[in-house]
Nanobody
Framework: QVQLVESGGGLVQAGGSLRLSCAASGRTLSPYVMGWFRQAPGKVREFVAA????????YHADSVKGRFTISRDNAENTVYLQMNSLKPEDTAVYYC?????????????????WGQGTQVTVSS
């Protein structure tokens, strides 16, 4: 069992930056593909970014490409999401998740373990 805890969310003005962290306990994250998802009020949960077990390969949704960067530190058992040039439409609850997939999964259905989420609010 993997327990994931997100942190780093908050209120920021448009154009600002935040760095989200996802700390794991119970098991090392190194065997898992890791991803970030988000869910805005009244909308379905959507894929944001994911990276391979080693962190050497990443994939970002078109809506965040060039602004967000996913990374991991397996020694610290933590995954990060650096968010720059934030926009009001980035407002959502952000979730990290772990997948046993052998590829960089982008579907919610491919992820087994989920954190509780952290709120990100971007004001205009």
């Amino acid at each position: 069992q993997v327990q994931l805890v997100e942190s780093g969310g908050g209120l920021v003005q448009a154009g600002g930056s935040l760095r989200l962290s996802c700390a794991a306990s119970g098991r090392t994250l190194s065997p898992y593909v890791m991803g970030w998802f988000r869910q805005a009020p009244g909308k379905v949960r959507e894929f944001v970014a994911a990276l391979s077990r080693s962190g050497g390969t990443t994939y970002h949704a078109d809506s965040v490409k060039g602004r967000f960067t996913i990374s991991r530190d397996n020694a610290e058992n933590t995954v990060y999401l650096q968010m720059n040039s934030l926009k009001p439409e980035d407002t959502a609850v952000y979730y990290c998740a772990a997948s046993t997939s052998v590829y960089i999964a982008r579907s919610i259905l491919d992820y087994t373990y989920w954190g509780q989420g952290t709120q990100v609010t971007v004001s205009s």
